[in-house]
């Protein structure tokens, strides 16, 4: 990536960085209000959290996604959901002889988390595929991060039952989950997924992306109640701890749904224009939801990439992913309203070979 990034740069009207999704909007007053009047906080704050933010959480999953029945107590403010995801697998117990299940195509810290467990890590979509593979743990990633692909509530529910018929644990990173454009994502917790029962289940959300809050570092997990404790009570002696102004912000950020409303808004507008303007440009786009647009013209991703950088813009290579994103780039949503505008000038200036 280093060649195109140099070469991105040095684009007349400067480079636009579509390659990573960090927020670049402002963070919403409530939230920025709410850290400030948290930062009195002399003391340590609790693994387990505040009861305040857990209820935040239990209250919005269920006011905007239908989880209902999540007992607070079931809930663990985590330090962003990055960090979680990479210790689970040491978390649960898992070591060498042990098998992580991971999608086709991921994020790297899923694979990552398990090679530092010592266990063996198998990629795949199918649970056919994996035929009598004792699997200790299971990750969904729906909406996808880097496709946008999202798991239909039938496909959820087949693998909560496949799951429990062999004691494994499944994880399901949601933390894209507010952001919904063709199709929505459904939480694997919710009662027609999991039938009400939560055993083996974990959801993971984060609060990076919908309430831009990524350099605040607040996520959760929920889920079955006994895995849950465990995770505390082991984190408790890591000092894995949310500190109380973040979890005063967080808070804030659960019991408000218009900053979230707003900032879909902001990432629609962004999304239609990218996805017109490369379109035009030749690229198939896939993107039923998130904040990424996964596109191919049939090349190597790399040449892809480099085809974008003579342009003054930086994608990621789908190779990051997985074996399957080799003719694939990612371009992130995450860019100012005139970046976006100055992509789209880009590709139709100049969007065809």
Not at 105 to 133: F, H, K, N, Q, W
Request: with cysteine.
């Amino acid at each position: 990536m280093l060649p195109a990034r140099r070469r991105a740069a040095e684009h007349p009207d400067g480079m636009v960085d579509l390659s990573i999704g960090t927020p670049v909007d402002r963070v919403p007053l409530p939230i920025r209000r709410a850290l400030a009047d948290g930062s009195e906080a002399p003391g340590y704050p609790t693994v387990h959290g505040t009861a305040a933010v857990r209820t935040a959480y239990t209250g919005w999953l269920e006011r905007a996604h239908g989880v209902s029945g999540l007992d607070p107590a079931d809930v663990m403010p985590t330090i962003g959901s990055k960090e979680f995801v990479a210790a689970l697998p040491t978390l649960l117990g898992l070591r060498s002889g042990d098998t992580v299940v991971i999608p086709e195509l991921a994020y790297p810290t899923y694979e990552i988390g398990a090679i530092m467990a010592g266990a063996t890590v198998l990629r795949s979509d199918s649970l056919t595929a994996l035929g009598p593979e004792r699997v200790a743990l299971l990750w969904l990633n729906s909406p996808s991060n880097p496709t946008g692909k999202v798991l239909p509530v039938e496909h959820l529910a087949k693998v909560v039952a496949w799951a429990r018929s062999r004691g494994t644990v499944v994880a399901s990173d949601e933390c894209y989950i507010d952001l919904g454009w063709e199709s929505t994502p459904v939480s694997i917790l919710h009662p027609e997924v999991s039938g009400g029962d939560h055993t083996g289940l974990l959801a993971v959300h984060s609060l990076s992306k919908r309430s831009n809050m990524a350099g605040y570092r607040a996520g959760f997990v929920s889920g079955d109640p006994t895995i849950v404790a465990s995770l505390v009570a082991a984190r408790r002696h890591l000092g894995a701890m949310v500190p109380a102004p973040v979890q005063a912000a967080a808070q804030a950020a659960l019991d408000d749904d218009a900053h979230v409303l707003a900032q879909r808004s902001r990432y629609g507008h962004r999304r239609e224009i990218l996805r017109e303007a490369l379109d035009r440009a030749g690229f198939q786009v896939a993107s039923e939801a998130g904040l990424y647009l996964w596109c191919t013209r049939g090349e190597p991703a790399m040449r892809t990439v480099d085809w974008f950088a003579e342009r003054g813009i930086l994608v990621g290579p789908g190779t990051v992913y997985g074996h399957a994103g080799m003719n694939h780039v990612r371009v992130a949503l995450t860019a100012p309203d005139d970046h976006v505008a100055a992509v789209a000038e880009r590709l139709e200036r100049r969007g065809r070979r």
